[in-house]
């Protein structure tokens, strides 16, 4: 069973920067779009960011529009997610999803990474 496992969430200050980044515990895990998505408490899980692995076309939320960016190297087939200019209401558990078809169907979740912005 291929997992997805994240890494780089932290504490930082407003306007700071944080890089999440995703690989998959199989290097031939091969996926069509991987994502992001973060919870905070009591609210929903809401879309953060996605990319195409091929040829990498990437969406955003609203939200972050502007502050995030998400980048994936084929080679290592991981995804980052660079995060600027992070606002106290960006504090939430970050999980990356991947999916293995267009749509996409976000089938692969991993565990969550927390990331916490102080005022």
């Known amino acids: 069973q291929v997992q997805l496992v994240e890494s780089g969430g932290g504490l930082v200050q407003a306007g700071g920067s944080l890089r999440l980044s995703c690989a998959p515990s199989?290097?031939?895990?091969?996926?069509?779009?991987m994502g992001w998505f973060r919870q905070a408490p009591g609210k929903e899980r809401e879309f953060v960011a996605s990319?195409?692995?091929?040829?990498?076309?990437?969406y955003y939320s609203d939200s972050v529009k502007g502050r995030f960016t998400i980048t994936r190297e084929r080679a290592k087939i991981t995804v980052n997610l660079q995060m600027n200019n992070l606002k106290p209401e960006d504090t939430a558990v970050y999980y990356c999803?991947?999916?293995?078809?267009?749509?996409?169907?976000?089938?692969?979740w991993g565990q969550g990474t927390q990331v916490t912005v102080s005022s």
């Open positions: 990319i195409n692995m091929d040829p990498g076309n990437t």
């Open positions: 999803a991947a999916s293995v078809v267009p749509g996409p169907r976000w089938t692969y």
């Open positions: 199989q290097r031939t895990f091969s996926s069509y779009t």
